[in-house]
């Protein structure tokens, strides 16, 4: 993209409350880094009857932290920002919408827009927008679309929303947005896999044991997300999405390049090699849910709610690599302490030296990879004690990339917006993705829907059921 063009960021939804704590941001920091190729024009959409200065004034108070050190920045970047009263789902509207961006932008822009709004708006939304010309793209100018979570509920739906966005845009102008992708240590997963040749022949069922996915959160309903919360569950919520992009990333082929197709090409497979529930006569032993007590007291939950706060499964990938080897996926609510981590377990040597370990539980070797918070890499492995004897114990190096980097790391969605507006898919979902995922996700429903929904006690680790979803001697759950 030439570096004189201009790209017109139109945030559909921008009164809400993803695009104060999240886009803004993310979107003045590359703004005042010069992160973005050419000239940046925002426009927020909604439908309160604003103009452009009771926009901004909302912005200011309600963007966090965004004065700093820099207050004369934010100020001149809030200036620039324009207001449109828009209602998406009244069809006459999107004429003036069409014509009021076109005279904003005063010659020819790329667009990116952005779907801050929620699900059952998506598609009306690309409706009015492709009706009116504003998604064409021709003479080299582009128009994106950034579609946020969830991206259906279920197979059937993601797959109508694929072909219906499919029917008016091209896959590379759709970006299926899942922040986690825009993390720092989950790209990093690329990188540690595929530039160390320590870890990478390793990397496979010989030598792997089992592989943790966990994503704690130690908050329940706050921030009055119970409505929405109980018609999704953290199967829907966490598991469908971030749970199994990671999952994607620890298990996929080396791809033949970076290229974004290349990545998700492997990716996809992964997702596709995921043994279905439903195929395992045992099905029901390898998913718990639980429910925190309290949670049927919170507003705008069912009272008579079975949604589950709490999901652990054991799952398989049937491919050469991963073949036998248990991945442990497990997220929810109200747990003691938020944090997401993939912990890899490796096997034991093919024969001990030491006599048998005191405690089958305790393997030697284990790679934990936090994604969040303090970020970093541990690796585990066990040394003699010193003294008489051969007493061995498990020690640990590690990595922190707060001790290592000065610079902070860069927030998921200012990423995420750069490589939008550079055109970089490698880090948002394809379609087949989103129904590869979706597939497994409702076999292991249809599993999970036949089994008792435990409760557990607000700040705890979730129902006790959970730990017997690991074979005997193959580990426990992490809990730190
Ligand atoms: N918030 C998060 O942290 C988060 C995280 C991940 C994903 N998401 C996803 O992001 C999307 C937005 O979430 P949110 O929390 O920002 O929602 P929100 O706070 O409820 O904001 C919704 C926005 O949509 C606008 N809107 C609603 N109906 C409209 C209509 N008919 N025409 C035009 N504008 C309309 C609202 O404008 P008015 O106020 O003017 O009506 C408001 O700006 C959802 O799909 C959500 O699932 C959010």
């Known amino acids: 993209m030439d570096a004189q063009q201009t790209t017109q960021i139109v945030i559909l939804g921008a009164s809400g409350d993803l695009t104060s704590r999240k886009l803004l941001p993310g979107i003045f920091k590359a703004v005042r880094q010069e992160l973005f190729p050419g000239k940046i024009q925002l426009v927020g959409v909604a439908r309160r009857p604003w103009d452009?200065?009771?926009?901004?004034?909302?912005?200011d108070e309600h963007v966090p932290d965004q004065r700093g050190d820099e207050p004369q920045a934010w100020e001149s970047f809030l200036k620039s920002v324009r207001y449109v009263r828009t209602h998406l789902d009244t069809d006459?509207?999107?004429?003036?919408?069409?014509?009021?961006?076109?005279?904003?932008?005063?010659?020819?822009?790329h667009r990116v827009f952005y779907l801050a709004i929620k699900q059952d708006l998506f598609l009306p939304a690309v409706?009015?927008?492709?009706?009116?010309?504003?998604?064409?793209?021709?003479?080299?100018?582009?128009?994106?679309?950034?579609?946020?979570?969830?991206?259906?509920?279920?197979?059937?739906?993601?797959?109508?929303?694929?072909t219906a966005l499919l029917n008016m845009l091209h896959e590379d102008?759709?970006?299926?947005?899942?922040?986690?992708?825009?993390?720092?240590?989950?790209?990093n997963i690329i990188a540690f896999r595929f530039r160390n040749a320590l870890f990478e022949p390793l990397w496979n069922n010989k030598y792997i044991e089992t592989v943790q996915i966990t994503v704690?959160?130690?908050?329940?309903?706050?921030?009055?997300?119970?409505?929405f919360y109980d018609s999704a569950g953290a199967m829907r919520d966490i598991m469908q999405n971030h749970l199994l992009q990671i999952l994607s990333l620890i298990a996929m082929e080396p791809p033949a390049s970076l290229a974004a197709n290349d990545v998700r090409n492997e990716k996809v497979k992964v997702l596709q090699s995921l043994r279905l529930p439903e195929m395992s006569p045992d099905a029901k032993n390898h998913v718990v849910r639980g429910q925190y007590k309290g949670y049927l007291d919170e507003k705008g939950v069912d009272p008579a709610s079975k949604t589950e706060t709490y999901v652990a499964a054991r799952g398989f990938i049937d491919n050469w690599r991963w073949g036998g080897v248990p991945f442990l996926l497990r997220t929810g609510k109200e747990l003691p302490k938020r944090f997401t981590s993939v912990d890899v377990q490796f096997r034991m040597p093919p024969h001990s030296l030491f006599g048998a370990p005191n405690d089958c539980f305790l393997r030697p070797n284990n790679i934990r990879l936090r994604i969040q918070p303090h970020e970093g890499i541990d690796l585990g492995f066990e040394v003699k004690k010193p003294g008489a004897g051969l007493d061995m114990q498990v020690v640990k190096m590690d990595f922190d990339y707060d001790e290592h980097f000065e610079e902070p790391l860069v927030e998921a969605y200012q990423r995420l917006l750069q490589d939008v507006v550079n055109g970089d898919q490698s880090l948002f979902i394809r379609s087949d993705e989103v129904e590869a995922s979706w597939r497994w996700i409702d076999s292991l429903r249809t599993v999970m829907d036949d089994t008792s929904v435990y409760t557990y006690d607000p700040q705890t680790w979730g129902p006790g059921a959970a730990d017997q979803l690991f074979d005997e001697c193959e580990g426990r759950w992490v809990k730190h």
């Open 127 to 162: 409706e009015g927008m492709h009706a009116h010309g504003l998604l064409n793209q021709s003479d080299g100018y582009t128009s994106r679309v950034v579609v946020e979570k969830p991206f259906g509920n279920d197979l059937h739906s993601a797959t109508a929303l694929n």
């Open 92 to 109: 006459d509207d999107y004429k003036d919408l069409r014509q009021q961006l076109d005279d904003l932008a005063g010659e020819r822009v």
């Open 216 to 227: 704690a959160e130690d908050i329940g309903m706050e921030g009055g997300r119970g409505g």
């Open 173 to 187: 102008q759709v970006y299926r947005i899942d922040h986690y992708l825009g993390k720092e240590t989950v790209q």
């Open 52 to 59: 452009d200065d009771l926009f901004q004034a909302h912005l």
